[in-house]
């Protein structure tokens, strides 16, 4: 079971199309879909740190997305440089 760290998840969530829209206690990231449907996920700003399990696996939930495509776009980005 591999290990992802915040820094890791942000780059995804750009590459997928959200956007951070608060930055408080915790970042907010939004992704608008084509049917209105808001996609939301609550971020720490622990950067390199490890996301827990259990957490990973939620924030995968709500981005609408699963490990194996989380880690095609994190390999094709580092794959560019």
Do not use: C
Not at 17 to 32: D, L, N, P, S
Request: aromatic residues 10%.
């Amino acid at each position: 079971m591999a290990i992802y760290t915040y820094d890791q998840m942000r780059k995804v969530l750009k590459k997928l199309g959200f956007e951070k829209v608060r930055e408080k206690k915790h970042e907010t990231w939004e992704r608008v879909l084509k049917n209105k449907v808001i996609l939301q996920i609550r971020l720490s700003h622990k950067g390199k740190r490890d996301i827990p399990n259990g957490i990973f696996y939620e924030m995968l939930r709500q981005a609408g997305i699963d490990e194996a495509i989380f880690k095609e776009i994190l390999e094709n980005d580092y794959s560019r440089g």
